[in-house]
């Protein structure tokens, strides 16, 4: 982990204000003065900051019911971001695990566990993510095998892995994916000619979403441990 985020972790110091204190040469790691604060460390090196040893706090993992008109950036633009209603502190040190658009509700990951995040998201996981899908139209059963077998997207060779697909209503789905491209869902069923009104994520791996919209919650050992192969 980098010198200036492991400051962070360990302190209520902010990134610029850990910055400051490496370069002001408070900082040293196994006795050796360290002014470089892309410096990579192990949480298990002696750091002191004016002498002090640094505890890292252990990581966080949360689980957000993500509204509508929010976004999964730690800083608000042009909506207000996910974080909004996390009151924890130095919550800028959180991330999102696998982004929802603005206009998507339901389940987001959130951790500062920049190792357990990439796990899940890197592409060869193929972490299960299921989504409620309401479509501007009838979803015909020929354009649900193909969402199934896997749809070929503008300018890509590859088409998109093998889904599950269930119907709801003729115009509701509950599709589960093991990739996360750009757009997945709203561009999948675009291929088969229908568009996607309202997406809701409700799951990932052995997670489910079990909290009010708003709303979140620490996840438990059991779940943190269950993305971990
Ligand atoms: N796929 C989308 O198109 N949008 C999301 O927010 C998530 C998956």
Known sequence: MRLDKLICISTTLTRDEATRCILAGEVTVDGELITDIRC???????????????????FR???????????CSNKDEAYPSVFTHVDLPDHSELHVVGRLDADTTGLVLATDDGHWSFDIIR?????????????SRPLTSDAADRLRTGVIFQGITEPTLPAALEFVTPTEVLLTITEG?????KRMFAAVGNRVVALHREQIGEVRLDIQEGQW?????????????
Do not use: M, W
Request: proline share 7%.
């Open 40 to 58: 990579q460390v192990h949480t298990h090196r002696d750091i002191r900051l004016n002498g002090e040893k640094l505890i890292p706090r252990p």
């Open 61 to 71: 993992y949360l689980l957000i019911h993500k509204p509508k008109n929010t976004i």
């Open 123 to 135: 592409p060869e996981s193929h972490c299960k993510k299921t989504y409620r899908v309401g479509l």
């Open 181 to 185: 491209k750009y757009h997945q869902v």
């Open 217 to 229: 919650r620490a996840l438990t050992a059991d779940e943190v441990a269950s993305f971990v192969k």
